[in-house]
């Protein structure tokens, strides 16, 4: 994966940083020998793998969130009037 | 310095006041921060009067925390309500936490004291500590060499006896490295242990809040305090905690300990012929030993350099002088605005948002992202299917010990190399620890790694206890 000084120029750019055309020679070499050494990864076999969720490996997470009433208490706490367990705000329509 | 549970029995008995013990603390720092650069800011006043509110809360007959008096520096990556957290960047250099990270809470929930903030390097992007703004933090051991990092100034703080424990953060071995290096015991939980809410975000699927200590109980039992579920963090797992240290067995007969094959080879002969004894020591206390493959494991570090780099580009990205950083009043024009804003960044961690950025752009996506996150569900069946076989693995913490500041400036991958056996653990999301284990012929501390099971911690922690037993 060859990568150029105008890469990281351009790169710099996606990322909304300034990149100075000294830092970018340094970057240029850098990363040149850093990518060369990820290519390593394209000889492993990953055809059969399946990610279900990019980032974060489902069996981690917990996406059924309990209810924190001790904020929904503070929540409440700090509205004028509620009722029935909602909050009363002024009517905009 | 007393250990914590020294501390806490003093405290908690009334030996001795927890002013007393602070004093001792801000003292020790007094005297050696100046030459080691651990602490980036002290916070005597405040210490101080958190130890004399613990005091009175004693004197009133009230109930003390399980870490009475208990002296704690904190990375400059976690947040602390009114005080700086700067992530030793000039981007943050006046940044002042809003609210209280979970950990932080944690502590002062249980009666530690926080003395203050350590050095780590800028956005815990580098293992040596010689990226951060305050200037590097030197090695106690010998103060012409690095200390390890991300979080050296944490690890150094404990080597020197100003702190008995600090915390730090680990996304690819920033707590065990440093650990390693100055010799003290450093553990990083299986991901999920502990919430990061309050913890400024590197890489969101490898960060996770790490201990530093002079000894195994005394990381266990700070470990049990900050550990368990948050609501604030989706990510923190549901499960009890143990009393870690009531889990130390009296031998360690039973215990499986895996030997990843090939490890060793190309290792530094010193740490090879440490590696060799600790296997030895866990034997005779009655451990099995067993080979172990881990083909996929040697994939870790690109993976690691890849997936990171691209989950910072993403979370750096609120750094724009709108939401949080620097502010620049002189540009002309939004484009021009950014640009100037994001400029304080140091050239390690411009260098991490461009190679995570240039992973994430459309044309390298999958040959570079895809497929660092296809390459880690893989290493991550590997370590799978060897705890069905082994409780624990053994590997070195590091490949070498503590060099010179400088040494490798002219060389990032042999940098980024530093931490091919810790960034596993991050990338397998496993429970890790470095123990002291010798020294090489130099006087250098040899940092030996556990790995153990997400959620079993107590496995890893039981084994270097031992381990630290048969010195």
Known sequence: MPITKEDVLTTGKLADMAVSEKEAAIYEQQLEALFKWVTELSSVNTDHVKLDAPGLAAHLRSDQPKPDETLAKALRDNFAATENDCVKVKKVL | MMNVFEIVEAVTSGKKTAEAVVRESLEVIAQKNPSINAFVEVFTQDALSQAKAIDEKRA?????????????????????????????????????????????????????????????????????????????????????????????????????GMVPVALGTDTGGSVRQPAGFCGVV????????????????????????????????????????????????????????PAYHTLFTQDLKGVKVGLPKGFLEGLDSKIKER???????????????VEVELPYAKYSAPCYYIITSAEASSNLGRYDGIRYGYRDTQAQGLKEYYEKSRAPFGLEV??????????????????????????????????????????????????????????????????????????????????????????????????????????????????AHHLEQSI
């Open chain 2, 60 to 160: 009133r007959g009230e109930k003390l925390g399980p870490l009475a008096g208990v002296p704690v520096g904190i990375k400059d990556n976690l947040l602390f309500k009114g005080h700086k957290a700067t992530c030793c960047s000039k981007m943050l250099a006046n940044y002042t936490a809003a609210y209280n990270s979970t950990v932080v809470e944690r502590l002062l929930a249980a009666d530690a004291v926080i003395v203050g903030r350590t050095n780590m390097d800028e956005f815990a992007m580098g293992s040596t500590n010689e990226t951060s703004v305050y200037g590097p933090v030197r090695n106690p051991v010998d103060l012409t060499r690095v200390p390890g990092g991300s979080s050296g100034g944490s690890a150094a703080a404990v080597a020197a």
């Open chain 2, 350 to 463: 411009k260098k991490r948002i461009i190679i995570g950025t240039y992973a994430l752009r459309s044309d390298n996506y999958e040959a570079c992202f895809l497929k660092a996150m296809k390459v880690r569900e893989l290493i991550r069946e590997d370590f799978k299917k060897v705890f069905e076989k082994v409780d624990v693995l053994l590997t070195p913490t590091s490949p070498t010990t503590a060099f010179e500041l400088g040494h490798h400036d002219a060389n990032p991958i042999a940098i980024y190399l530093a931490d091919l056996y810790t960034c596993q653990g991050n990338i397998g999301g496993l429970a890790g620890i470095s123990v002291p284990f010798g020294q090489d012929d130099k006087g250098l501390p040899v940092g030996v790694q556990f790995y153990g099971p997400i959620l079993q911690e107590e496995k890893i922690l039981n084994v």
């Open chain 2, 186 to 241: 450093g553990i990083k939980p299986g991901y999920g242990r502990i919430s990061r809410y309050g913890v400024i975000a590197f890489a969101s699927s490898a960060d996770q809040v790490g201990v530093l200590a002079a000894n195994v109980r005394d990381a266990a039992d700070v470990l049990e305090v900050i550990s368990g579920k948050d609501v604030k963090d989706a990510t923190s797992l549901e499960a009890p905690v």
């Open chain 2, 275 to 289: 590696m060799e004894l600790a296997a030895q020591a866990l034997k005779e206390r009655g451990a099995q030993l």
